[in-house]
Structures are given as structure tokens and as C-alpha cells.
């Protein structure tokens, strides 16, 4: 099922993977063990021996090098009747498992994002992540985050944060979708407009629609967080958006506490109501300091006492909701009060599977810049860097408060290169 909202959502990121084009050099990572992980994009009749496929199909090709060994695998979901382009490789040690992300023109026509992993146990199922098979795509992005399990908790929590461009006419957009790979929730597709998220620009400066495609996804704050930039070309600014996963425990008291209200007649008196629902909360709220369980119970009382006898399903909501807006301000230390659209969930109306927060960090004006730019930001969203190729240099500018440097130059040569000079921008923001 899709869902369409104006929110956005993430959590702390294991690895962020380049795109490549067909032509581009092999991706490359290391896994547990010494095991390196190649992914090729290329011709069928170029990668692999033998009739099974049209020898001029388009695939992607994954080698697994153990030692001198190396075993060819063919991606699943590329041996089908379209070219497969813009991958990404990244790896999660936790698990240790490959994430193969990459743009499929079905029929060399209509573009579907497609997601795959890779483990012990070989490839899993392929999950198509976009919604609009009509619509031009680019620039996947990806990035893998883990949330260790709590005592109650049967596994670590792993979430797939995709990020695209996707253009309708001269429009381009920025896109985000969270994807939590617990074989259920991957179902249930959010799909984020990110420029949705901003405030209202005081005024309208457009720039050129292709800067709406440059988009960073890196490492947030917390270790429940992450942080994407992105350019809302059509008000010609560039912005950054902190998102973090809610604990999972808080979506299992908020379900709980709203099933069983649902499950009454209505207009139960407040008393029994309460009692009832503070047993839930005592009995289901194990995980979370007794402080804030107290603090729960409190604002749930007051809630409950000014709503007074209400039907059933209306007050299961407002409880559900009302439960996890407070669990998010105790985690903030109290001192987030998050608007009313700042959460959302992912999952049926009634019982979310999982809850997000997003804030927006920072917004600048953008700058002039050269043809075809690189966009890198910092882990916390207060920084930014711009960079272009220029002949024998790399050209950048960065944030400097709330604007940006001069441009800046890094001269190219035999000691230094354009992908390690990116590079080394990529470093410096990072660490700010």
C-alpha cells in the first residue's frame, strides 16, 4: 500500500552508497571475514558465459571474492527485459548483508527503483520501491541504519532509507521513502516530497529545475537519526532535514493502549478508564525509565479527564497519538514540543508499525554554481559544501553561517585526482 504524505523519516546510517551508470567503474566493499563484494553493470553476453539471457541485456553482476575464489552472481530482478542503471552497494556489518539498490527501465521505457540484499543465506526478495512507473527517476541513494534491540525486543530494528529524484514535466522533486526490513513493514511504502517539508520561502527565487536531482543522505546525531540535503529548486534553496526513528516499544504501548480502548463500549467513565490504561502502561512500559512511564501516566490522565466519557474508536486515536507525541518530548529531555504533522507513522491507521520524527535543520539560499554539482553535508545539518569540476580544479563553495564562501579552488594533478579531491570535501564537511 502507498501512502503519500508531506513528512519525512530516517534513523542512524551504517552506509551511504554512490550511484553508478552502467559505464561507471565497479563499486567495491569489504564484508565480514575479508570478503570482498563487486558490482559489475554491464551487458549480459560481457559478464557471463553461456545462452540463458539475451547476450545484449543490460544486468548487474554481483562477485563475491573469498581468497583466490570468486563467484559471479547474477542480481535478481536485472535478467529481466529492461536496462538496469544508477546502482548502489553498500554494506551492513551487523547483519552482514550486501544492499544492492538501482534504477530498472521496464521495457527500456518505464524506471522502477528496485532493492535487493545479500547474505549468508544468498539474495532475498526484490522489493520495488517506487510508485509511478511513468515518471523519469535518477540518482538513487541509499543508506542502511540498525537500532539494537531492547529487552523486549526480539531483533535489532534495520531500515533502508532510499532517496531519488523524480521528474514530471520540467518539475523535478526530490524524494524519500524509509523502507524497515522486518519481512511486514516493507509493505507499507511512504513516499516524502521533500521540498513539502520547508516553510514557506519568503519569496520565489527559482533556479534550474536539474539542481532539484543533487541530494546527500549522511549520518545524523543520534545513533536514531539521520540527515538529508537537498535543493527545492523551485524557491532556489538548498536545505537540510534531520529525521529519526521513535522507539519501537513507544509505537507497541501506544498500539496497546489504543487497541484496548478501542475494544470498550463507549462512554466508559474516566476512573475505570484510567485505571485500565495505567495497567497497560505499568505492564507494557518495561523498557522506558520509570520517570518517564510516571510522566506518561500523567498527561495521560489529563488527557482522559478532559475528553471525559467518549465513544471508544475517537479516544483510541487521540490516546495512541497523545502517548507518542509525550514519549517523544521525555526522549528530547522535554524540550521538543513536536507539531501535530512532525510525526507520522508507517503501517495500518489503527496499529502503526513504526513511528518517525522530522525536523528541518537548516535552509540556505543557493548559490551560484558550475555545471553538474556535487552536494555533501554535515552530520548535523548545519553544513554544507558545493563542488564542480573545472579544468584541472575542483571548484567548491561551502557555508559559511547562513551563506556560503567565495568560490574556492583545489587544482587537479598527478598527486591528486577529481574523485579523491570530492573525496576529501566529503571528509572536511563530515567533520565539522
Known amino acids: 500500500m502507498w501512502c503519500f504524505l508531506t513528512a519525512l523519516t530516517v534513523l542512524v546510517v551504517l552506509g551511504v552508497a554512490p550511484t553508478m551508470a552502467s559505464d561507471d567503474a565497479t563499486q567495491r566493499v569489504i564484508g565480514a571475514g575479508g570478503v570482498l563484494y563487486e558490482l559489475h553493470a554491464g551487458a549480459y553476453g560481457d559478464l557471463f558465459d553461456g545462452p540463458a539471457l539475451d547476450g545484449?541485456?543490460?544486468?548487474?553482476?554481483l562477485d563475491v571474492r573469498r581468497g583466490d575464489a570468486v563467484e559471479r552472481l547474477l542480481v535478481p530482478g536485472t535478467e529481466s527485459a529492461s536496462a538496469e542503471v544508477s546502482a548502489s552497494m553498500i554494506y551492513d556489518n551487523g547483519s552482514e548483508t550486501v544492499y544492492l539498490l538501482w534504477e530498472g527501465l521496464a521495457g527500456g521505457v518505464h524506471p522502477l527503483l528496485h532493492l535487493v540484499t545479500f547474505g549468508n543465506d544468498g539474495f532475498g526478495v526484490v522489493s520495488e520501491i517506487t510508485a509511478s512507473p511513468f515518471s523519469d527517476k535518477g540518482h538513487p541513494q541509499l543508506a542502511v541504519t540498525r537500532e539494537s534491540a531492547t529487552a523486549s525486543e526480539a531483533a535489532d530494528r534495520v531500515t533502508a532509507h532510499l532517496a531519488w529524484w523524480e521528474q514530471s514535466g520540467a518539475d523535478v522533486r526530490p524524494v524519500y521513502t524509509p523502507l524497515v526490513?522486518?519481512?511486514v513493514s516493507s509493505e507499507w511504502k511512504?513516499?516524502?516530497d521533500l521540498p513539502t517539508l520547508l516553510p514557506a520561502a519568503e519569496s520565489a527565487a527559482p533556479v534550474d529545475p536539474a539542481l532539484g536531482e543533487l541530494l546527500h543522505i549522511v549520518p545524523g546525531r543520534s545513533t536514531a537519526s539521520a540527515l538529508v540535503a537537498f535543493v527545492d529548486a523551485a524557491h532556489g534553496r538548498l536545505a537540510t532535514v534531520e529525521v529519526e526513528a521513535l522507539p519501537s516499544?513507544?509505537?507497541?504501548?501506544?498500539?496497546a493502549v489504543a487497541s484496548h480502548v478501542r475494544s470498550?463500549?463507549?462512554?466508559?467513565?474516566?476512573d475505570t478508564l484510567l485505571?485500565?490504561?495505567?495497567?497497560i502502561v505499568e505492564a507494557d512500559g518495561g523498557d522506558f525509565h520509570p520517570a518517564t512511564v510516571a510522566w506518561l501516566l500523567v498527561e495521560v490522565e489529563r488527557l482522559l479527564r478532559s475528553e471525559g466519557p467518549s465513544a471508544s474508536f475517537a479516544l483510541a486515536r487521540k490516546l495512541g497519538g497523545h502517548i507518542i507525541h509525550i514519549g517523544y518530548k521525555v526522549g528530547s529531555a522535554g524540550l521538543v514540543n513536536p507539531?501535530?504533522?512532525?510525526?507520522?507513522?508507517?503501517?495500518?491507521?489503527?496499529t502503526p508499525l513504526h513511528h518517525f520524527k522530522r525536523s528541518v535543520v537548516s535552509i540556505w539560499e543557493l548559490p551560484a554554481v558550475g555545471a553538474d554539482p556535487t552536494l555533501f553535508a554535515s552530520r548535523d545539518g548545519g553544513s554544507a559544501v558545493l563542488a564542480w569540476a573545472a579544468e584541472g580544479a575542483v571548484l567548491y563553495r561551502e557555508t559559511d553561517g547562513g551563506g556560503w564562501t567565495d568560490v574556492r579552488t583545489i587544482e587537479l594533478g598527478a598527486h591528486l585526482d577529481r574523485a579523491a579531491a570530492l573525496e576529501a570535501l566529503q571528509r572536511r564537511v563530515l567533520a565539522r
Open 264 to 270: 470498550l463500549p463507549d462512554g466508559v467513565d474516566v
Open 249 to 255: 516499544a513507544l509505537t507497541g504501548l501506544a498500539n
Open 56 to 61: 545484449a541485456a543490460q544486468v548487474l553482476a
Open 181 to 183: 526490513l522486518d519481512g
Open 275 to 279: 485505571s485500565e490504561v495505567t495497567a
Open 339 to 350: 507539531d501535530a504533522d512532525a510525526i507520522f507513522a508507517i503501517g495500518p491507521s489503527r
Open 190 to 192: 511512504v513516499l516524502l
